[in-house]
Nanobody, 119 residues
Framework: QVQLVESGGGLVQPGGSLRLSCAASGSIFSRYTMVWYRQAPGKHRDLVAIITSTYRTTYTDSVKGRFTISRDNAKNTVYLLMNSLEPEDTAVYYC?????????????WGQGTQVTVSS
């Protein structure tokens, strides 16, 4: 069982920055692929960024060049640094941990943290 706790959300002006954190419990954090999603009001939950256990990263097009995902396995934490924020980035941001081991799939979610970009 893995528990994920997001933090770092808040209200920021357009063009500003925030860094989200997702702290995970458990001793095999380093083996998980970690993903950030976001869900705006009335919309589906969309993938934002992925970082694998080998530190390979992927981003959705709308955040490329502005957001950076990283992980610190010693702290069991994944980060999402968000620069040049736009009102369209307003959403609840969720952390997701995924691991496949043989026939078993593990998938855990955090509770989400609100990001509001507004002047």
């Amino acid at each position: 069982q893995v528990q994920l706790v997001e933090s770092g959300g808040g209200l920021v002006q357009p063009g500003g920055s925030l860094r989200l954190s997702c702290a995970a419990s458990g001793s095999i954090f380093s083996r998980y692929t970690m993903v950030w999603y976001r869900q705006a009001p009335g919309k589906h939950r969309d993938l934002v960024a992925i970082i694998t256990s080998t530190y390979r990263t992927t981003y959705t097009d709308s955040v490329k060049g502005r957001f950076t995902i990283s992980r610190d396995n010693a702290k069991n934490t994944v980060y999402l640094l968000m620069n040049s924020l736009e009102p369209e980035d307003t959403a609840v941001y969720y952390c997701n941990a995924v691991l496949s081991q043989g026939p078993y799939d593990y998938n855990y979610w955090g509770q989400g943290t609100q990001v509001t970009v507004s002047s």
